[in-house]
């Protein structure tokens, strides 16, 4: 290190000092001022200093405190320790409540200890913190050599003047408590796995999935059973399903909706109970006899169709108000005038954050106007769901119940849960008197 040599000498301005010399200034409350050099291997940098009162700082009227540094040009400081052990440098910041140096009063609960404070200029000074890390005393009883701490992160955001406020602490217990939500960056896989350590993690899906890895590597997603549930009721209803024809599924309508989170509900209706033309369009085109009130995408049920394979639900593609395509059902024969019959059955619709996947339990209790078998299932969107057909044998005019449950994997925002039924022996119609749809997200 340059040696730092002083000449004292009276001056009426710091500024006025030569390398280095040390000079008092004139001024009534008489300070100290000095300018030095100090570097290595002839890399001298000089500055003017001031001491007054214990402090020594770089002469700027803009900036205040104990100690203040200002550069115009290297952009840091910074501190090293040249050592034969694994010791590094320390940077002590310290409290006392007592008012004279060298003396101690012991802290309270919530007192400061220190602050890292990073200011911005505004064009006119350095008031305006935009972000600051703080210690405190987080002890409601401190005591000797025992004083529980915590560590402060706050920041500004620039809405209004001097908003800083407080982002998170870790409290004396270790804990990380944060004041808004949390926001983690998506990955397509967890981290390599550590013995001890578990991970949480968002997936890079769409939508994006949070994920748990326990320390052996396995995987799981994070949800809440019924978090996000949609249910559909009716209640001594009288609700007929009209069976058109035999063993082929028509729709479920005049539900009421139940209790709705992330799910949405419409009760279902007739669309046409007699349409004007089927026609061949690569895929089946229907035309019907007034306007049809559809949306593209939205799914119908077809019944007494001119092909037997047209009998089928599909997702519709609107041509005009009173011409629509099925995308799910290829034309086979029949083009031409027809007496089909399409319904919109009343369904559950999955809101954006209503994605995964779902258990789906139902129960119906109705009655036979012949000796027949009644079937019912579950359909997700087109496809029929096999795993929740249930059955059940009636006599004329018996009253029984049909039960259900089953799995619905891999539902999409906007995707549609509905109920369908057939008669697999006749053309006899089924009453329903009442019936339960509810799905819970897994």
Request: aromatic letters at 8%; one cysteine or more; proline letters at 2%.
């Amino acid at each position: 290190m340059a040696d730092v040599l002083f000449n004292r000498i009276l001056t009426a301005s710091v500024s006025s000092l030569n390398t280095g010399q040390q000079g008092w200034e004139t001024a009534a409350d008489s300070e100290l001022g000095f300018k030095m050099s100090v570097g290595k291997n002839g890399d001298d940098v000089e500055q003017k200093f001031l001491a007054k009162d214990q402090k020594i700082k770089v002469l700027d009227s803009t900036i205040t405190g104990a100690l203040s540094c200002l550069d115009d040009s290297s952009g840091g400081e910074s501190f090293a320790r040249y050592s034969a052990d694994a010791n590094g440098n320390d940077l002590l910041i310290q409290k006392s409540r007592h008012a004279t140096i060298g003396s101690h009063t012991i802290v309270q609960d919530d007192d400061k200890v220190g602050t890292i404070g990073f200011a911005a200029s505004d064009g006119a000074d350095f008031g305006t913190r935009v972000a600051e890390i703080r210690a405190e005393v987080d002890d409601a009883s401190p005591a000797s050599s025992s004083i529980g701490g915590a560590l402060v992160f706050s920041a500004s955001a620039g809405v209004s003047a001097d908003d800083l406020a407080e982002a998170g602490r870790f409290t004396k217990e270790g804990i990380f408590e944060i004041s808004h939500t949390i926001k983690i960056k998506e990955r397509a896989a967890a981290l390599g796995d550590t013995a001890g350590y578990g991970q949480l993690w968002i997936e890079s899906t769409t939508p994006c999935k949070l994920r748990f890895t326990d320390d052996a590597g396995t995987d799981f997603e994070v949800a809440m059973i019924g978090a996000e549930l949609g249910e559909m009721y009716m209640y001594e209803a009288a609700e007929t399903v009209t069976i058109n024809t035999q063993d082929v599924y028509h729709a479920i309508k005049g539900f009421t909706a139940g209790s709705l989170s992330g799910w949405t509900f419409q009760d279902g209706r007739v669309v046409d109970a007699n349409i004007t033309s089927e026609a061949d369009n690569t895929i089946l085109r229907i035309v019907t006899s007034g306007v049809h009130s559809l949306t593209t995408g939205d799914v119908v049920t077809h019944t007494n169709m001119n092909d037997a394979a047209h009998n089928k639900p599909s997702q519709v593609t609107v041509i005009d108000t009173t011409t629509y395509d099925c995308d799910d059902i290829t034309y086979v024969a029949g083009a031409g005038t027809s007496a089909g019959v399409v319904d919109e059955p009343g369904y559950l619709q999955a809101g954006v954050a209503a994605a995964g996947n779902y258990s789906l339990n139902y129960s119906c209790s109705g009655e036979a106007v012949g000796a027949d078998t009644f079937k019912m299932e579950a359909f997700h969107i087109a496809e029929e769901k096999d795993n929740t057909a249930a059955e059940l044998d009636l006599g004329n005019n018996d009253l029984g119940p049909i039960p259900g449950t089953g799995f619905i994997p891999s539902v999409a925002a906007g995707d549609r849960i509905w109920m369908g039924c057939k008669n697999k022996t006749g053309t006899d119609n089924f009453l329903i008197t009442n019936m339960n749809i509810n799905l819970h997200r897994l």
